[in-house]
């Protein structure tokens, strides 16, 4: 039976910072102003202070005395060691989610899965985007293994998912690949959730390295 893990306000705030960075809604190199995240959260300082000190930490943000924490730089020849380190982690985890998942867990992630398909078809790019994680986040939360899951967060902090999700057609065949996830999860196989995670995770990289050769080559040929 899986836990609801309560949150303190410093990892609310990083939670929704993460989903930010990771959505394209906060893009990379934008300096993130500690009082202004506060208003936005209705919150103080000191827990945006904290949070931001966490994601520093993670990779999400960079630290920089001059213009404050700023959202960390791409690096595309850093993510093809972290795609094989998600894959080796994540399905480890969506293992976990398919032995703990209960009744009510499979009732949150239909709803989730159900919201990042309803963003997409409204044209709502930057809510699929955040319902993605929102999604991913929860699926791998199941699993009760908060070691692992934030080594994935570290991961995902490399991870070029902003680009990914704004390929031509990606959000709607990732649509399908979360449908793939849930059915294993509800029919208890855990191989198949396995498979259905791996296959997800390559497929956009694939797309992204697919996308960047042929930007190179249209750049080339000019």
Known sequence: MSLMHYKTKEEQVADFLREGIISGRIPRGARLKQQEIASQLNTSITPVREALKLLVAEGYVVGDNYRGAVVAPFDIEASTEV???RILLETQLVKGS??????RDIAELKVLAAEFAGAFAAGDNEGARAANYRFHHRMF???NMPQTLHFVQIL???YPFDLINRLQGRVSR???EHDQMLDAIIASDSASAMLATRQHIEAGWQ????SLALHAQERASR
């Open 83 to 85: 795609l094989n380190l």
């Open 207 to 210: 797309e992204l390295r697919s």
């Open 141 to 143: 939360e199941v699993a």
């Open 156 to 158: 995902w902090a490399r």
């Open 174 to 176: 990732a649509v399908e």
């Open 98 to 103: 398919v032995e703990r998942a209960t009744a």
